[in-house]
């Protein structure tokens, strides 16, 4: 890796309205608040990540406030001036003496992996890839891909409408995309599936399907409401049970004929470890905001390929900046499943993403070859800096 001196530090705040308000079991986004941390190097180079909370505590702890502070008043400071040579040095100081704030610590680990790409004027999926080298990673695993499937991903609608949600789901599979997942929760569950079912079949279209529960399911109290969900070919069920309900999650995989995909729960390279040793679900999404960065990222791909699990990218959904990260780490082969990658204008107003992402009539979007060009717009309104 490059050396980095950080010289100044700007921090942005950004608010893209959603085309349609996306709703999951624990709450609903209308308007996608970002912040955009910026590195500057001493040789004038600048870098750019993202920290893309909710705005309220919902999916996870961390909320736009939360991370502002976090930001302003632990990590940042800890980086102006610093010389970093090394991703592991870099997730060392971020972590030291600080307890979860992931996605606080992901805007910064992503800006530095990106001003590093931009000095070296390398793709930001080359210096992954050579991460997990340096890793273990080796062979099938590590040979990345030009581009990425994307799947969509289709929220609870407003008063769980079934009409809306085949029509989202009809104009998704048309589209070219090649999976479907539904947001559910406890009420709101098998009648999607299988409306969602009946499109897929009319369609003539043979596409996975899973949902994600973020969490909504009780395993003593929702055990009627899962196994109703069996008999109708779903790739696997995503986090049915909160983040802390790792046990639950392994009782549930060993018991029902559909498998459990970790999310939430998953937060760390040393809790995929503990999933491994209790034989524990191996299907795992790999976010990068829910894990910090990139370089746990990487610890935990590295840990799951090492393990067999079956592997996928997962976003909040991020902006156009947050994407690249998620876009790096998919290309990867270990990556089996489609992606939450979407194009922009799936999300916002074309022309409004920070970053314009595009996807194929095939669905497929490529992974670049070269970190986008960016500058901070009027869209971004400066919050605080260091120097």
């Known amino acids: 890796m490059h ?17 349609v308000a996306f709703t999951i079991s624990g709450g609903s986004m209308s308007v996608r608040r ?36 976090c930001l302003r008043e ?11 040579k090394r991703p592991e040095a870099l ?7 600080v307890r979860g704030n992931r996605m606080a610590r992901a805007g910064v680990d ?8 931009r000095m070296r004027g390398e793709s930001l999926v080359r210096l992954v890839n050579r991460r997990l080298g340096e890793l273990g990673v080796a062979g099938e695993h590590l040979r990345p891909s030009d581009s990425v499937a994307c799947g969509v991903a289709i929220g609870i609608p407003a008063d769980e409408d079934l009409e809306v949600l085949e029509n989202e789901v009809r104009t998704a599979v048309r589209r070219g995309y090649q999976r479907v997942k539904l947001k559910i929760r406890p009420g ?59 046990w639950d999650a392994t009782v549930q995989n060993h018991e ?74 998919a290309a990867h082969p270990g990556c089996v499943y489609p992606t939450d990658l979407e194009p922009s204008d799936r999300w916002y107003d074309p022309g409004t993403d920070l970053v314009n992402l595009t996807m194929s009539g095939s669905g497929r979007m490529c992974v670049p070859d070269a970190v986008p060009e960016f500058k901070p717009g009027d869209s971004m309104g400066l919050l605080f800096e260091f120097d």
Request: proline share 6%; glycine share 8%.
């Open 3 to 19: 050396e980095v001196v950080i010289e100044r530090v700007r921090v942005y705040e950004v608010a893209l309205p959603l085309r």
């Open 34 to 69: 970002s912040l955009i941390i910026e590195l500057v190097d001493r040789s004038g180079v600048c870098g750019y990540g993202e920290s893309a909370p909710f705005e309220f505590p919902f999916y996870s702890a961390e909320t736009i406030s939360s991370v502002k502070a």
């Open 74 to 84: 632990t990590l940042l400071p800890r980086v102006v001036g610093r010389e970093i």
């Open 91 to 97: 997730l060392e100081l971020l972590a030291d003496g």
């Open 110 to 117: 992503t800006a530095w992996w990106d001003l590093v790409a």
């Open 188 to 246: 709101w569950d098998r009648d999607p599936v299988l409306a969602a079912r009946r499109v897929l079949q009319s369609e003539g279209t043979k596409v996975p399907m899973w949902v994600d529960a973020n969490g909504a399911y009780d395993r003593a109290g929702h055990k009627e409401d899962l196994a109703a969900l069996d008999d109708l070919g779903l790739l696997f069920i995503e986090q049915p049970f909160p983040e802390e309900a790792l």
């Open 256 to 329: 029902s004929p559909t498998p459990v995909c970790l999310d939430e729960s998953l937060v760390s390279d040393d809790v995929a470890r503990q999933v491994v040793e209790m034989d524990g679900p191996l299907i795992w999404n790999l976010k990068v905001q829910r894990l910090g960065g990139l370089e746990e990222t990487c610890r935990v791909y590295a840990r799951g390929v090492a393990a067999g699990a079956k592997l996928w990218v997962g976003t909040m959904p991020e902006t156009g900046i947050g994407a690249q990260a998620a876009l790096a780490v």
